[in-house]
């Protein structure tokens, strides 16, 4: 019976603390005006940036304390996991800055360019396809003269939501052409300035054991 | 069997609507499908791997597949949760404010969107009026166009409700997009990768001289067709000729 009320309110208290991060959060966002302004409208653009910027400082620390971790559990002696976790490390920053930059040109480019069209096919369709497609996207009929606001708010969402669909193929491409260079490139630098740092550290060690 | 492009325009533009009550359900569901483009390629590309051995890419191409498989459902099973979590949270609590309360952050939104769209420019660049934007928004947001709590309209305290609900579901996906790659890829990755090796070690004890390939890629295991063990310089050279995916 005891055994039951600590697990109920272990339950509780888990439940709890999930409902009141929820809440505190929500209650930060509805009170300032600002952080509505700043998120509501945030495209795939923002969350690459988010994403892979937190994958680029918190990535390679994990990927080290993984193989650190690895090698405990196992009893590994030879320290292969740990070796191989820190170039996994150099190769996880090299990939998020690499992949963030061009991702984000390309995410810019593709939400740009569908915005500009949606925009075009929601204010005046021609064909039979376009017409579909506008009653889809603009089912209010909103006239880009006269409601010029709710006109481009909509526009706006459909571009960016688009865009970030129309940028995943497109990257299905580049990906090969510029993020693989482009970030071994980075990986090579990266690479070289450790390599150097560890290789000065060394020398470091073995004047003070002199 | 012909595709029906029309309809299959439709279904996606239907998974693109940018409906307000769909905010961060939208930016999860492109960075899942642009994590499955990233896996699939990374798969397909040990798959069609001419270094690799048929009997390993039967346990490799496999072990791949549940890897991303794994990595993409627990980001979008756990997002998807804290996306739903926080529009909930954000409704109960807008729909708990005092109207005064409303009318007040709403006024301070509409002002905050007005000024972007008179300063910014990415918003306005594509569509060339700031101008007739600007008056079209004042007479939208306010009544006669004057900026002032008392005249704040429907549409405005509309424009609070919805982009309060769904910036929380944006801060639910971006929450869900940090931890999901920044904290459960590196753990099923390296974990996998460490038994996949050892796996590999079975059947060709030589690898057991090599340090544990430090991610899934079979090409790791030749450098130009040659076996060579992976130290760094040996690293360097693999990574000039192969680029693992990231979307």
Redesign the interface.
């Known amino acids: 019976m005891k055994i039951n009320n600590i697990q109920q309110t272990k339950q509780n208290n888990k439940q709890n603390f999930?409902?009141n991060i929820?809440?505190k959060?929500?209650?930060f966002?509805?009170?300032h005006?600002?952080?509505?302004?700043?998120?509501?409208?945030?495209s795939?653009i923002?969350?690459k940036i988010?994403?892979?910027g937190?994958?680029a400082?918190?990535?390679p620390v994990?990927?080290v304390g993984?193989?650190k971790t690895?090698t405990k559990i196992?009893g590994e002696t030879d320290g292969?996991?740990n070796?191989?976790?820190k170039?996994?490390a150099i190769?996880?920053f090299a990939?998020?800055t690499?992949?963030t930059i061009v991702?984000v040109i390309i995410r810019a480019l593709c939400i740009?360019a569908s915005?500009?069209m949606i925009?075009k096919i929601g204010a005046k369709a021609g064909s039979k396809?376009a017409t579909?497609?506008s009653e889809?996207?603009n089912p209010d009929k909103l006239d880009k003269?006269k409601?010029?606001?709710?006109f481009?708010d909509?526009m706006?969402?459909?571009?960016?939501?688009?865009g970030?669909?129309i940028a995943?193929g497109v990257?299905?491409v580049t990906?090969?052409i510029i993020?693989?260079?482009f970030?071994?490139w980075i990986?090579?630098k990266v690479?070289g300035v450790v390599?150097k740092f560890s290789g000065n550290k060394q020398e470091n060690q073995a004047k003070e054991v002199k | 069997m012909a595709f029906n492009f029309q309809k299959i325009g439709e279904k996606i533009l239907n998974a693109c609507n940018p409906d307000p009550s769909k905010a961060g359900k939208t930016l999860l569901v492109l960075n899942a499908a642009g994590m499955i483009a990233a896996a699939a390629s990374n798969t397909f590309a040990a798959a069609v791997d001419k270094n690799t051995s048929a009997e390993d890419k039967k346990f490799l191409v496999p072990a791949g597949l549940a890897t991303g498989v794994a990595n993409i459902g627990l980001y979008y099973a756990m997002t998807d949760k804290m996306i739903k979590s926080l529009k909930n949270s954000a409704d109960t609590f807008v729909s708990s404010m005092e109207a005064s309360d409303i009318a007040k952050n709403a006024t301070e939104l509409a002002k905050k969107t007005i000024t972007k769209a008179e300063t910014g420019f990415l918003g306005t660049g594509l569509f060339k009026k700031p101008k007739e934007l600007v008056s079209s928004m004042k007479s939208t947001l306010f009544k006669d166009g004057i900026i002032d709590v008392k005249n704040i309209t429907d549409d405005a305290i509309a424009l609070y409700k919805n982009n309060t609900k769904a910036a929380a579901g944006v801060l639910g996906a971006f929450a869900g997009a940090v931890i999901g790659c920044a904290v459960l890829t590196p753990i099923i990755r390296d974990v996998s990768a460490y038994f996949i090796q050892k796996r590999m070690e079975k059947n060709n004890p030589d690898l057991r001289e090599q340090p544990h390939r430090p991610y899934f890629d079979p090409t790791h295991l030749k450098i130009n067709g040659v076996n060579k063990p992976m130290n760094m310089k040996n690293y360097m050279a693999f990574t000039q000729m192969h680029g693992n995916m990231k979307i």
């Open positions: 999930r409902g929820a809440n959060a929500t209650k966002i509805a009170q005006p600002a952080a509505i302004a700043t998120l509501a409208g945030s795939v923002a969350q988010v994403m892979s937190s994958e400082v918190i990535g994990m990927d993984i193989g690895i196992s292969r996991t070796e191989s976790s170039t996994q190769r996880t990939q998020s690499g992949g991702g740009g915005t500009a925009a396809a579909k497609v889809l996207i003269a409601d010029a606001f709710k481009q909509k706006s969402s459909w571009g960016k939501s688009v970030g669909a995943i990257m299905l990906n090969f993020d693989a260079p970030i071994n990986n090579k690479t390599d």
